[in-house]
């Protein structure tokens, strides 16, 4: 039922975090944290891509963008997350610089996972900060001279840095956990609990399902 107070909160400004989806898009690496982002008050999800087109996942999900990359970067938003896949290395992926090098400069969320930290590499914008990727030797390889961050790579699955999060494309949920963390959907603590409780189930975490469950209650 309809409340004043539900009214209210469904009309209130909403935060945006982008995902960025290629054509044969991993899109189990971009389910865990984007079904969450999109059940929280005062947040939504938006489908990104070069163009309009629609753009089909490994998993054979078909998905509209919401959004081309010119719409978005005339739009606000808290976070670009560039969802891994088999379109990085692709012609298709130089439209994204822009949008992930505006991220970058408004100090807004950036996350990459998997393939997608390759791209990041060749953008130079790893350069600076601690990151992890899939393999070392594979992004010095494919990024060459535009990529001097050897130093702070990091041989761990998921690295946050500030804003930037990056993982290897074997650890969905830990890459979840991290983003939520930096974009502020949950706290430290509440993403702990909801990593604990998506890696572990239900009868290994009983106390964190309660909690969870209760928070969608309170988010409907």
């Known amino acids: 039922m309809n409340t004043p107070e539900s009214n209210e909160k469904h009309r209130a400004p909403q935060k945006q975090v982008l995902f960025v989806l290629l054509d044969q898009f991993a899109d189990w690496e971009a389910a865990p944290l984007a079904s969450v982002i999109n059940q929280s008050a005062g947040w939504r999800v938006r489908a990104v891509a070069p163009d309009k087109t629609p753009v089909r996942s ?32 692709t012609e298709a992926a130089k439209a994204i610089g822009p949008l992930a090098r505006l991220a970058a400069g408004r100090q ?11 791209f990041l590499g060749a953008l130079g914008l790893l350069n600076e900060a ?26 761990e699955p998921v690295v946050r840095s500030g804003n930037l999060v990056t993982a290897n494309g ?51």
Not at 108 to 118: H, N, P, R
Not at 130 to 155: C, M, V, W
Not at 182 to 204: D, I, N
Request: proline fraction near 2%; include cysteine; charge should be negative.
């Open 58 to 89: 490994l998993a054979g999900f078909t998905v509209i963008p919401d959004m081309t990359v010119a719409e978005a970067l005339e739009s606000d938003f808290a976070g670009v997350i560039l969802v891994g896949g088999l379109s990085w290395r």
């Open 108 to 118: 807004a969320v950036l996350g990459a996972i998997c393939d997608a930290t390759v």
């Open 130 to 155: 601690p990151h992890t990727g899939n393999i070392l030797d594979d992004l010095k390889a494919f990024a060459g001279e535009r990529y001097s961050g050897e130093a702070r790579y990091r041989q």
């Open 170 to 220: 074997t650890v969905a949920m830990d890459f979840a956990r991290e983003a939520l963390a930096a974009l502020g959907v949950m706290t430290e603590e509440e993403a702990g609990k909801w990593h604990r409780l998506f890696k572990h189930g239900f009868h290994e975490a009983p106390e964190e399902g309660y909690w969870w469950f209760g928070r969608l209650a309170q988010n409907q």
